[in-house]
């Protein structure tokens, strides 16, 4: 039993009765029990199906979640249950999900960030890889076929935008593409902190005509077999499990049917992909923060200490439900922006017209925002209520405490959203009239 012990943890920290009280199935049911007012049925039904498949899942595959537990050869399994990505119908490709969109994306969210938050992180970054090539596969064959790839799990995806020297400026990148007679292209440049990149078959990728010219800009699909594909880890303490890389292109070439959008197309198809991006973002940040409150809420409903429930010093339980009732306001919010979100690409056949688009670049910003400076108070005052157990290996916890730390830097740092969201102001300001 020692030696099991050992293989979850360093050692255990945590009482039997009360690691037994945070497994996933009673974190999910607590989950469920806040949201059974809140979600509609069609998002219930689909987020406990999710739930059932990741208990059963964890139980038959023996996942400890520990630090040094590898978990990419766990994506074909979540690929065939239709957990990789729910954003899009997938008609295309022969998938036919009935259940999609922004809301729904939301569910299979909370499942897998539950389930194990490293590993939805890094399916998030898969979901950044199949939107642009679901949007411009021109029904050419060999998209289509990578996009079934993405969906079902046969391999990772990432998205190549940030460079070494340019962080945050995804406009003026210094990675050039060269147009060849056949409509091929060459690249040249680096890229870097790239999310499944070491581990993904295909990526999609940015580069400009001309240097610091993102009217040039084009995006590209690419394999990463071909020869000028080279690519290194880049390790992240904060999230020890997830490959993410320095990729370097030496005149890699891209054949014309890999085009996803021409020179002078590219930046218009990266910004059609800030909001779904942001939003992804600000979704995942919620259900760590979920996820972190029913770890803090079950542990200080069972914990005593001077011989009562630690609940029941103000201290904590009005720390806990001050995080608990801000949690619950910005779900809500978040839930409509998505069902308002899919209400409009139903209504416009899948596709916003870029007018309504840019429009929403501006509430994505303010989600991610909010989100990410949420998920780094409540994951770490979560870890705070739980003391020692909080920090320790035995539970979920770390990663979540771990995570958060970051939640302002991907997709975007803090300061951009501000820089967006300050821009938007000033445009409505303009539009009033004043």
């Known amino acids: ?35 059974m007012t809140v979600l509609d049925q069609k998002h219930m039904t689909f987020l406990r199906k999710a739930e059932k498949f990741c208990v059963r899942y964890e139980k038959k595959n023996n996942i400890t979640h520990a ?20 954003a899009h119908p997938y008609e295309e490709i022969d998938l036919n999900f009935p259940e999609n969109g922004l809301a729904i994306e939301l569910m299979r969210c909370l499942a897998l960030s539950f389930f194990d938050p490293q590993f939805s992180m890094a399916g998030g970054a898969t979901i950044l ?4 090539i679901y949007f411009h596969h021109e029904n050419i064959p060999v998209r289509l076929e990578i996009l079934k790839k993405f969906v079902t799990g046969e ?18 990148m210094l990675t050039t593409c060269d147009e060849q007679g056949d409509g091929s292209f060459l690249l040249n440049g680096e890229k870097i902190y790239n999310t499944n990149a070491p581990k993904a078959g295909y990526v999609v990728a940015y580069a400009t005509a001309e240097k610091n010219n993102g009217n040039t800009m084009a995006q590209f699909l690419i394999d990463t077999s071909w020869d000028g594909w080279n690519c290194e880890r880049v390790f992240i303490p904060y999230v020890p499990k997830v490959w993410l890389g320095k990729e370097r292109f030496d005149n890699l070439r891209v054949p014309k049917e890999y085009v996803l959008g021409g020179v002078g197309k590219g930046r218009e198809h990266l910004f059609e992909g800030l909001v779904p991006e942001r939003i992804g973002i600000a979704i995942d940040c919620i259900a760590q923060c979920w996820n972190a409150v029913a770890h803090a809420a079950i542990y200080v409903n069972n914990r ?45 056949g899948g596709e916003l017209p870029r007018n309504i688009s840019q429009a929403l670049v501006a509430s994505a910003s303010q989600f991610k925002y909010h989100a990410a400076k949420l998920s780094a108070e409540i994951c770490y005052e979560s870890a705070n209520l739980m003391g020692g157990a909080g920090l320790c290996d035995n539970t979920l916890m770390q990663d979540l405490l771990n995570m958060s730390r970051i939640a302002e830097i991907v997709g975007g740092s803090r300061q951009i959203q501000n820089y967006v969201m300050s821009m938007a102001m000033r445009q409505l300001y303009k539009m009033s009239g004043i």
């Open 129 to 132: 890889a199949i939107n642009p």
């Open 155 to 172: 391999t990772p995806g990432a998205i190549l935008i940030t460079e070494p020297e340019r962080g945050s400026d995804a406009v003026h």
């Open 67 to 86: 630090p040094d537990e590898e978990f990419y050869h766990w994506i074909p399994d979540f690929g065939k249950e239709g957990l990789i990505s729910r």
């Open 304 to 348: 005593k200490q001077f011989d009562q429930m630690v609940l029941k010093f103000q201290g904590v339980g009005f720390l806990l439900t001050d995080l608990w009732a801000r949690l619950t306001n910005v779900t809500l919010g978040l839930l409509m922006f998505c069902k308002n979100y899919d209400s409009k690409m139903e209504k416009f």
């Open 1 to 35: 039993m020692e030696n099991e012990k050992k293989t979850k943890f360093m050692d255990q920290a945590i009482s039997d009765e009360i690691l037994e009280k945070l497994s996933l199935k009673n974190r999910y049911a607590f989950l469920n029990t806040n949201l």
